[in-house]
DNA sequence: TTTGCCAGAGTGAGTGCTTACTCACGACCA
DNA sequence: TGGTCGTGAGTAAGCACTCACTCTGGCAAA
């Protein structure tokens, strides 16, 4: 096997058991096993533990593929209502999605928010890099076609807050058994996306007129960075 | 020193330890010195680590002594606005408080998030048997007076939102460095509140007025169940 | 084609150190 | 004098990390 894919296939396995187990509750033994090699071979890839950790941490940073057509989309109340709409479809997933990626990022993200932060900052300065200018520049459509009230002179924190709401309901949604069981699960999403689109300020017709709506399969997406 | 003192000490001492460093990342020898005794009678007076974080996360369910006043108050749009207002500026404290005391139990029940979630549970049912009525009493009595509209058929959910949102803020401020530097940090306590407000179904007059107010220093204090 | 060679993939039994936990024994006090 | 508070030097297991070694595939010389 050639160096790089193994390579690879060690931070792959890595990933899964920092992801579940954080940095000190894992061993490298248990990561040369889920990468089915020694350890020894381990060692020969990556000079330290940390090292191993770091460049999970510094890959999970890049690359960001099925957002970009949300960033597309012409500033609007309707784009605005996407964007929540598929920020909330996403983190509700997470804990259902079969392949984990997001919840080992969640997992990572939330680690990182316990420890000095600087991966959570650098993931945060990405997303709000990104996202921010769209739901700003929508925001402000939406205020412009009298769709919402304008409220505060922060766009960018109704933005962080409605980002809290749903990465919180994910985390507590990540356990096998929930921290937390809504009422209604079945109209869950729709609530969170009210309780967002309102809190931004959107007046009660414009939410119920988008909300009806059918949306785009394809909008159901990320929001972490980086997709699945 | 008597039995019973120096349980309070070790416990005291392993909380710290625990909430800085999580369950894997913290070691006994660490714990007995932060207690300022030996190892060995650390393990007369608890039979294993475990025994010892069990006991700590146990000690955390019990007890809440300032929230009762606030769960006394008749419900009204006064109390809910009251109620979000407490709850917004007790998260935005717990970086800033001196005694750490409530950094350590969101560190505490955010590792549970990524553990088993059993704490966690244990938590978001004392809070939401405690809280909730209250808060749903007065949204409902808000709705009757005019101050609301009537927004979906679950308000318990609402007030997760609201809790999910300013947990995530106080989150994202626990590192020396904050992951987020939110805009206009002078206001943020107001912006946060309005947000809230707003989505759980507040008018804006009805938030303008209420928020405009002072309030009774009183009032500024928990959540989490146990207060500081 | 065969032979000899070598770079690097891969191993597993080590290394010394740290860990959770124990135990024999002193110090103090009713 | 017995109980219990307290210690510090243990122990075995587990940790991150190393090292001497084998195996394999490719390639140039014979």
Redesign the interface.
């Known amino acids: 096997m050639t160096s790089d894919l193994r390579r690879e296939l060690i931070l792959s396995a890595a990933k899964r058991c920092f992801a579940r ?5 894992t061993t490298t033994k248990s990561v040369a096993a889920a990468a089915s090699i020694s350890e020894g071979l381990l060692f020969k890839h990556f000079p330290t533990k940390s090292a191993l950790y770091a460049e999970i941490l510094a890959e999970e940073c890049e690359a960001d593929p099925a957002l970009n057509k949300l960033l597309g989309l012409a500033p609007s109340t309707e784009t605005l209502v996407v964007l929540v709409r598929g920020m909330v479809g996403h983190f509700l997933q997470v804990s259902h999605a079969p392949d984990q990626e997001e919840a080992q990022r969640l ?1 990572l993200m ?9 991966f ?2 650098l993931l ?1 300065e990405k997303i709000g890099g990104l996202i921010g200018p769209a739901f700003i520049a929508s925001l402000e459509q939406a205020i412009a076609a009298g769709d919402a ?1 304008p ?4 766009p ?3 933005f ?2 409605a ?7 994910a ?2 949604q ?7 069981t ?3 699960a079945a ?2 999403e729709r ?2 996306c ?3 689109l ?4 959107l007046t ?1 017709p414009a939410i119920a007129a988008h909300l009806d709506r059918e949306v785009s399969p394809d909008f159901g997406l990320p929001v972490t960075a980086e997709s699945a």
Do not use: K
Not at 151 to 154: H, K, L, M, N, Y
């Open positions: 187990n954080g940095f000190a509750g997992r939330t680690n990182s928010h316990l420890d000095d932060g600087e959570a900052r945060y009230s409220v505060g002179r922060e960018l924190n109704l962080w807050f980002h809290h709401t749903v990465l919180m309901m985390l507590t990540l356990p096998a058994v929930p921290c937390l809504y009422a209604e109209g869950l609530q969170a009210e309780f967002i309102r809190g931004i300020g009660e």
